[in-house]
């Protein structure tokens, strides 16, 4: 401290160094990702003697394995050891939630892909070779493929749930106007770029360390812990970052670690899997498809009276996840809308298919686009546009502002988006130029159509709504971070940096994000419900400011200070009106006067509150809100689609880094078209998954962006609630606005038949389903 600089440093200087936090920055690993110089799991270099794992799967979707005869994979070539149920020393499962996911399963098989054994041998290849040499024999059981035939067998892997608001029975009898129909839906895979892959390496004592592409390092921690029968402690769970995850790295990265576990613990040796693209598509859950019947009242203006569902998805042979995602897409079924008198049931249901899991909006898109086809029919039955029948339901004040789970919503914004996006994206005007254009083409028919998203952002189950960090400042000055997030491409370590940034005055640069790791902040939340920087993001700053405290506390002991005379700006503290010192070297001096310079830092959601037996409560902290116009084309004699303009106002709150909220609202929307236009996940009669490769399942290209985008952020809207710097999530919301893309679409379809006609255009609208569609309308007569 004997080198304070003299210096003028007014207080008007000081809070011209704008803070990193809200700036651009560019993403922390961008110069490597595109360098092929970022270090994924599958580049972690290996230790001499690692072997490489594969599984051995079913080929049948439901049946008994009568004999399993493995002799033939153990004499294959390199291979060193197999392991099935006789060889997990403590349980074999790997499901969160309920515990009805085997590692290995044992006589049972419940889908086609299930892993019943795993062998380990010297190279990859080997292992995958003699993987398929295992001679199993089946007594074959019959299927269970489909909702419906679930639904016809009561087959659930959960209780069925209900919820009631009001009296809908009566409303709906009372309503001047009535109408039943069915919502139906496929799922989508969610195609990560880095595929499935967990490395485990055994240390002294039966410890283990394991090298995981996951999204909850924790859950992966304690199902590793449970199948070798090891205290937590004894197990370290590591991801510096993931090639994609969506949800998909979520609960299904448990089960290849504890497989690479497993062998890696009977062994004595390092053990590697990693599955390939169509192992991984054959294995791993998928989003649910859903299926809803409804019957809905309204009167002549198109608002909704009462509203009566039935919603059902396909979980797979085991729970996973299915029950919160049934809860979310009920919580999410609402939308922007208010429904005063409701009855919903939902159904899970058991098929012999992969287990479905977590992904991008855990259920909630399959809620908004039902409750946005509702109101897309109601608009076409009365002649009405439908952004006209969606305003008229907006949620409003007073009576109209609690969900019918019992959220009183005190941050509705859905005006204030609608009617800005409405007027720069010229709707109302373009929307007539279509109907011009459809009069007079035969062949190419144009739709449009703009939607809302009001979406939930915390976790349903309250217990994950917490986050921890780990903040060190070394004497050069610089800071080591490090959370219980993970880093996906998402960009959230770079904006927890930014937040840390800010709190001590440094460039980015004196920022460094270390790997997730179990053993440096314990007890971790998944990364998902879009809630990462929220929760990390409070976490790290919490104990940024501690450690801040105590250097300004030394500060004011050494100078003679006040608190409110030290500032952190521009690298520096400045001490008074004309003083200050480089940070470095006030934390050298609080180094040599046996000051700490570690902290942990913690945060808990406050506010929230849910009670799932009764299906109410305040499940979310805030609501972030956003619209989309898209205007697509329609080829009529082929079914192709293609997007034309799309116009996007999102809702971020005050943005941590708008470059990198940008890109999340545009992969968002693509990904949710994907899922909605050309994503067909396709079972034979067999229950064969026969999409499980790019040969054979669409994602989105390039090609596929529209011509015409204008993405916007919604200016001068901070979150009302105390979150990270007044932003707002935008990992999941900005999906739901490919809504507008799908009902585009059936826009375009409707032009092809009368007025007042309903397409049946199911999701994913394929070329074949548009076809379809246009069939129906040209031959259905409108509805009365």
């Not at 990193?20 to 092929?36: F, K, N, P």
């Not at 959230?492 to 460094?512: C, D, H, M, N």
């Not at 979310?620 to 009529?636: C, L, N, P, Q």
């Amino acid at each position: 401290m004997n080198n304070v600089a003299a210096s003028a440093a007014t207080s008007a200087e000081i809070a011209e160094s704008a803070p990193i936090a809200g700036q651009s920055v560019r993403h922390e690993s961008a110069h490597l990702h595109v360098s092929g110089r970022a270090i994924y799991a599958d580049d972690i270099a290996l230790p001499a003697n690692t072997l490489h794992a594969a599984f051995g799967i079913s080929r049948i979707a439901h049946g008994n394995i009568t004999s399993l005869d493995l002799t033939t994979v153990l004499a294959a070539p390199g291979v060193i050891a197999i392991a099935t149920p006789a060889d997990i020393p403590g349980e074999n499962n790997y499901g969160g939630i309920i515990h009805d996911d085997p590692i290995f399963t044992d006589t049972l098989v419940q889908y086609a892909g299930q892993p019943i054994f795993a062998v380990a041998a010297e190279t990859c290849i080997a292992a995958r070779k003699a993987a398929a040499r295992a001679q199993i024999t089946y007594a074959e059981l019959p299927p269970v493929l489909d909702i419906r035939s679930a639904l016809a067998a009561q087959n659930f892997v959960m209780p069925s749930r209900h919820l009631l608001r009001g009296n809908p029975d009566e409303a709906m009898k009372s309503a001047p106007h009535r109408l039943r129909g069915t919502v139906t839906m496929g799922g989508q895979d969610h195609f990560y770029l880095e595929g499935q892959i967990a490395i485990a390496i055994p240390h002294e004592d039966g410890a283990m360390l394991i090298h995981c592409s996951t999204q909850h390092p924790t859950e992966v921690q304690n199902i590793v812990a449970h199948a070798l029968h090891r205290p937590a402690h004894a197990i370290t769970v590591l991801c510096r970052r993931m090639g994609g995850g969506f949800g998909g790295k979520e609960s299904q990265p448990a089960l290849i670690a504890a497989a690479a576990a497993i062998l890696a613990n009977k062994t004595g040796r390092p053990v590697k899997l990693r599955l390939d693209r169509d192992a991984d598509m054959l294995i791993t859950g998928k989003r649910h498809d859903f299926l809803a019947d409804y019957e809905v009242g309204f009167d002549a203006d198109g608002r909704l009276c009462a509203l009566k569902l039935m919603l059902a998805s396909r979980c797979g042979y085991s729970a996973d996840l299915s029950g919160p995602i049934a809860d979310r897409a009920v919580c999410h079924l609402d939308n922007a809308y208010f429904l005063e008198h409701v009855d919903i049931t939902t159904h899970l249901c058991k098929t012999n298919t992969v287990s479905n899991t977590a992904f991008r909006g855990f259920g909630g898109p399959q809620g908004m686009l039902i409750i946005e086809r509702i109101i897309d029919d109601i608009a076409r039955v009365r002649g009405l546009d439908p952004l006209a029948v969606r305003r008229r339901n907006y949620y409003g004040i007073g009576e109209r502002n609690t969900t019918h789970y019992g959220h009183v919503i005190e941050d509705n914004i859905l005006d204030t988006i609608t009617d800005q996006l409405e007027a720069s994206s010229d709707y109302q005007t373009r929307r007539a130029a279509l109907v011009e254009w459809n009069a007079q083409n035969k062949i190419i028919k144009r739709g449009i159509a703009l939607t809302p998203i009001k979406f939930g952002i915390s976790f349903n189950a309250t217990v994950y709504n917490q986050a921890g960090a780990l903040v060190h400042i070394y004497t050069d000055g610089t800071v080591l971070l490090n959370h219980g997030g993970t880093e996906m491409g998402q960009g959230l370590y770079t904006k927890v940096a930014q937040v840390v940034a800010t709190e001590f005055g440094l460039p980015l640069s004196a920022i460094r994000t270390s790997a997730t790791d179990t053993s440096k902040v314990p007890n971790t939340s998944a990364t998902a419900a879009s809630s990462g920087a929220d929760l990390n993001g409070k976490a790290a700053q919490a104990a940024a400011q501690t450690l801040r405290d105590r250097l300004v506390a030394h500060a004011c002991q050494t100078h003679q200070l006040t608190a409110d005379q030290v500032h952190f700006a521009d690298g520096h503290v400045y001490l008074g009106p004309q003083h200050r010192v480089n940070f470095k070297d006030l934390v050298a001096s609080a180094y040599t006067a046996r000051i700490s310079l570690s902290s942990t830092g913690f945060y808990a959601t406050p506010k929230i509150h849910w009670d799932r037996s009764r299906f109410n409560g305040r499940p979310f902290f805030y609501f972030t809100y956003g619209a989309a116009v898209s205007e697509v084309a329609i080829d009529t004699l082929t079914g192709e689609t293609q997007l034309l303009r799309v116009d996007i106002l999102q809702d971020v709150g005050i943005s941590l880094n708008p470059a990198i909220d940008l890109g999340q609202i545009e992969g968002a929307y693509l990904q949710g078209v994907g899922w909605l236009t050309s994503e067909e996940l396709h079972w034979n009669g067999k229950g064969e998954l026969k999409t499980h490769a790019p040969s054979t399942y669409k994602i989105p290209s390039v090609r596929d962006w529209p011509l015409h985008a204008n993405i916007r952020l919604l200016e001068h809207e901070p979150n009302r609630e105390d979150t990270i710097h007044r932003s707002k999530a935008v990992g999941e919301p900005p999906l739901m606005l490919c809504i507008s893309a799908f009902l585009a679409i059936r826009d375009a379809v409707a032009a092809c038949g009368k007025s007042g006609a309903l397409p049946e255009l199911d999701a994913p609208a394929t070329p074949e389903a548009v076809l379809r569609a246009i069939d129906s309308v040209r031959h259905d007569g409108a509805h009365p």
